[in-house]
């Protein structure tokens, strides 16, 4: 082998080792903190501490009410289902216990301590054998010619443990002690992000949740997806975040968004010497929701003048009847290429075969111009669509003014 490719192998494996002893102590260290947290979380359990909604998209809060719904109609026996199920002695008034009982306890607190002692039981089991059956490779190495019996490897072994019995310290100590022999990257990045999340979790019971909405929409891009970060990687923030995949693109001209806007989102400190502080995000919001009220309004005014401008009327009967103007054949091409005969009814056409240019046509005619214009002025001003109910398809029909 060439000593160039050997000493890049050799720089590739000691950068591996270094990353796995890196992530060998930040797994010990989070162990750490997790345990301190659980001390603080159990003795939450008996106060009246609880968790703020923290932060749910618009997708999961519908969910999360839905399910709500249904749990609540469930405890109340609305469940067709269960309607008829047994067991229905036990709701008599003389049986304690049944039917819907206060939880003895602070839930939160509680259901995190035994998500996070569950969690390390998992790990610890998981890793135990791989890490057992090192141990005997090494043994067997230096003690080939023994027969030795390899059970039980108590610093190893979780087989004789019990998740229920166990104190969590003694499970966290046996974890670490097994990662730090331990050395596929991948799985103790895996375990890394768990106990990470675990922590957050702990925190967001202790300290109130990490991220909560803000109630308004992100200015740019219009979506309800601001979320207020009041802790981000352990540390406290105050930072309000347009988050999620979807483009959000700003007016700043050098702004990042406009490169890649799917992947540079916007934010907003709490600070008053950062370029984008909460005011200015106030006072975006502010304009963006005046932008909209503008546009309602002239939206509204634009609708009135179109229910204005029509050729239809109510007749006595409450039936919707059509107006009509009489056009002279000689005109008939001029104002309504596109008219078709009438030929019965009240407001049938009058049609001379020998004399096209007599004739009279019925054309529908806007009711409110035939007020507004001079009569005697030239038919078109009467006709429907007349000009101004045109002009207002313009605005709000075309595919390219609203956008
Ligand atoms: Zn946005
Ligand atoms: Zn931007
Ligand atoms: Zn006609
Ligand atoms: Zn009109």
Not at 224 to 235: A, S
Not at 340 to 358: F, K, L, R
Request: net charge negative; charged share 25%; glycine share 6%.
């Amino acid at each position: 082998m060439t000593g160039a490719g050997n000493t890049k192998h050799q720089v590739a494996v000691e950068k591996t080792a270094d990353l796995v002893a890196q992530l060998q102590a930040e797994i010990s260290s989070t162990l750490t903190v997790v345990v301190d947290l659980v001390g603080r979380l159990e003795d939450l359990a008996d106060t009246r501490q609880s968790v703020g909604l923290g932060f749910m998209t618009e997708q999961t809060k519908d969910l999360a009410n839905k399910q709500t719904r249904a749990d609540r109609a469930a405890a109340r026996n609305l469940h067709p289902a269960r309607a008829h199920v047994g067991l229905k002695f036990l709701n008599g008034a003389a049986v304690l216990g049944s039917g819907q009982v206060e939880a003895p306890v602070t839930m939160n607190p509680v259901s995190v301590v035994a998500e996070i002692h569950f969690a390390v039981f998992q790990h610890l089991r998981r890793l135990s054998r791989p890490a057992l059956l090192r141990l005997l490779e090494h043994e067997q190495i230096g003690l080939e010619d023994h027969a030795i019996c390899p059970w039980p490897r108590n610093p190893i072994s979780t087989t004789a443990l019990d998740v229920n019995e166990t104190n969590l310290k003694v499970l966290a100590d046996r974890l670490s002690n097994v990662v730090s022999s331990y050395r596929n990257r991948p799985n103790l990045q895996a375990i890394l992000r768990d106990l990470e999340q675990l922590e957050e979790r702990a925190r967001d019971v202790i300290d109130g949740p990490s991220r909560t909405n803000h109630p308004d929409a992100c200015p740019w891009c219009g979506r309800r997806t601001l979320v207020i970060l009041h802790r981000e990687f352990g540390r406290d923030v105050q930072v309000v975040r347009c988050e999620g995949t979807h483009a959000c693109v700003c007016d700043h001209e050098f702004c990042d968004c406009h490169r890649n806007p799917t992947r540079n989102r916007h934010e907003w400190v709490n600070s008053g010497r950062a370029a984008h502080t909460w005011h200015a995000l106030h006072n975006l919001q502010t304009a963006r929701k005046e932008t909209i009220r503008m546009e309602t309004l002239a939206l509204d005014a634009i609708t009135r003048i179109r229910a204005m401008h029509q050729p239809f009327w109510i007749d006595g009967d409450g039936d919707s009847r059509t107006y009509y103007v009489l056009i002279g054949g000689d005109e008939i091409d001029q104002y309504a290429p596109d008219h078709v005969c009438i030929d019965i009814g009240t407001d049938a056409c009058q049609v001379y075969d020998d004399e096209p240019a007599s004739s009279l046509h019925s054309v529908p005619g806007c009711i409110e111009c035939q007020v507004t214009h001079d009569n005697s002025g030239q038919p078109g001003n009467r006709l429907w669509p007349c000009a101004t109910y045109r002009a207002t398809q313009l605005e709000t029909d075309s595919p390219d003014t609203r956008k």
